[in-house]
């Protein structure tokens, strides 16, 4: 069965430090990979796919099969950056998403 | 555009009791799902539905039924509330074509039984 991991429950940076968020993944197809993001008293939203190769608020993330990882980065992390980020995976095809535990994302001044 | 709404956004329940929580889409979504959120657990999915009058079980079904009877509509019923039934509740829809991957979620529903 497909799992996703993010292993660090808490993570805190100061602002403009770089910031990287981990996600390893467990499939052994083809997955399409997010990364959600819930903002405070704001509703889980998507922030980016891989699918799409894009930037989003100076956030990417790069799917790497090798590692089996998509992890999260953006060079110079800013206050409102803030928030609950969740990897998540469907195995192709699939009409689920399987979410990892979340990692809190703490931005310091 | 009101995207998916849940209701109750909090209840507090007693241990015993039952409740439905309610999510409406207006996207024409025929994909909706029910999780919850834990703290340190992520989400987990515990019911699903691919279209009216179809639902599949998620990670979690034990102590929750649903029905989608429209394709507005999919309601979770909670029958005889544990407190391992705590948690943070949240309704998604999902575009029709297979290859759409996103979720648009509702809001949440606290939910705590004592």
């Known amino acids: 069965a497909q799992r996703v991991t993010q292993p660090e429950k808490l993570l805190s940076v100061f602002k403009g430090a770089p910031v990287e968020l981990k996600c390893n993944y467990s499939y052994s197809g083809s997955p399409e990979l997010f990364w959600y993001v819930q903002y405070s008293r704001q509703r889980l939203q998507l922030l980016l796919r891989h699918i799409s190769r894009e930037s989003i608020k100076g956030f990417t993330a790069d799917l790497n099969k090798g590692e089996t990882s998509f992890h999260l980065k953006k060079p110079f992390a800013q206050e409102e950056d803030s928030a609950m980020y969740y990897c998540?995976?469907?195995?192709?095809?699939?009409?689920?998403?399987?979410f990892g535990q979340g990692t809190r994302l703490t931005i310091n001044p | 555009n009101a995207g998916v709404t849940q209701t109750p956004k909090f209840r507090i329940l007693k241990i015993g009791q039952s409740m439905t929580l309610q999510c409406t889409q207006d996207?024409?979504?025929?994909?909706m799902y029910w999780y919850r959120q834990d703290p340190g657990m992520g989400l987990k999915l515990i019911y699903y539905?691919?279209?009216?009058?179809?639902?599949d079980k998620g990670e979690v079904p034990n102590g929750y039924n649903v029905s989608r009877s429209t394709t507005e509509d999919f309601p979770l019923r909670l029958e005889l509330a544990a407190p391992s039934q705590t948690s943070v509740y949240f309704c998604?829809?999902?575009?029709?074509?297979?290859?759409?991957?996103?979720?648009?979620f509702g809001e949440g529903s606290r939910l705590t039984v004592l």
């Open positions: 539905s691919v279209g009216a009058g179809i639902t």
């Open positions: 998604a829809s999902k575009g029709n074509g297979r290859a759409t991957g996103e979720l648009f």
């Open positions: 998540a995976l469907r195995k192709g095809g699939a009409q689920k998403l399987v």
């Open positions: 996207m024409n979504h025929n994909y």
